[in-house]
């Protein structure tokens, strides 16, 4: 059964909860990713410190949202509304960049929610398509998007030296998109 969530829209006052949320779900699932050092740099320095968040949050381009239980906060979304499909180009797309899930919640419908405000935000903004990146290894997460619709349109390698700290076997990933387009979208929002 799922469990409802409220989604709440962030601003720039609230990059310090934004931080400490990511940071404590991204140690749940990612530290196995890094060699020594690694973890600790990609949060603390390249992307979650408070500075970072702050100035991503500012941007317009960008929408972060927090999921909230029973007034606790279990996961947060980034979408970049306006962006650009390599390959897709001619087609107005939005990026869902982050969808980041406490452990505590994962399997009790929450993404699905989550992924449901994305797919009502891309209607707002008449978008084609929904794309993101996935990290090849994460075959569940890979699964859980095909079910919603999305199918895979892409490959690539996280980039070094950015990622040198990252263990190689883990910096393939898969692109995903999803074709959000209706003539009853168009209809209703035009």
């Known amino acids: ?39 600790d740099w990609y949060m603390h320095e390249y992307a979650y410190p408070e500075n970072v968040l702050r100035k991503e949050l500012e941007d317009s381009n960008n929408i972060y949202c927090i999921a909230y239980h029973k007034n606790k906060a279990i996961g947060y979304l980034k979408i970049k509304i306006n962006e650009t499909l390599k390959g897709f180009e001619e087609l107005n797309a939005l990026e869902v960049e982050r969808i980041y899930i406490d452990e505590s919640v994962t399997g009790k419908g929450i993404g699905k929610q989550l992924m449901q405000y ?32 999305f199918e895979s349109c892409g490959t690539f390698q996280l980039p070094m030296p950015t990622f040198k700290l990252m263990k190689e076997e ?17 209809k209703k929002f035009s």
Do not use: C, P
């Open 1 to 39: 059964m799922d469990q409802q969530i409220i989604i709440t829209q962030i601003n720039t006052g609230d990059a310090e909860e934004l931080s400490a949320l990511a940071k404590n779900i991204y140690q749940q699932h990612y530290l196995h990713l890094w060699e020594i050092g690694g973890a």
């Open 118 to 149: 994305v797919f009502n935000i891309a209607k707002q903004h008449k978008k084609d398509i929904v794309f993101l990146k996935a990290m090849d290894t994460s075959l569940d997460a890979i699964a859980f998007y095909r079910k919603l619709g």
């Open 170 to 186: 883990f910096r393939g990933m898969v692109v995903l998109k999803k074709n959000v387009a209706s003539e009853t979208w168009n």
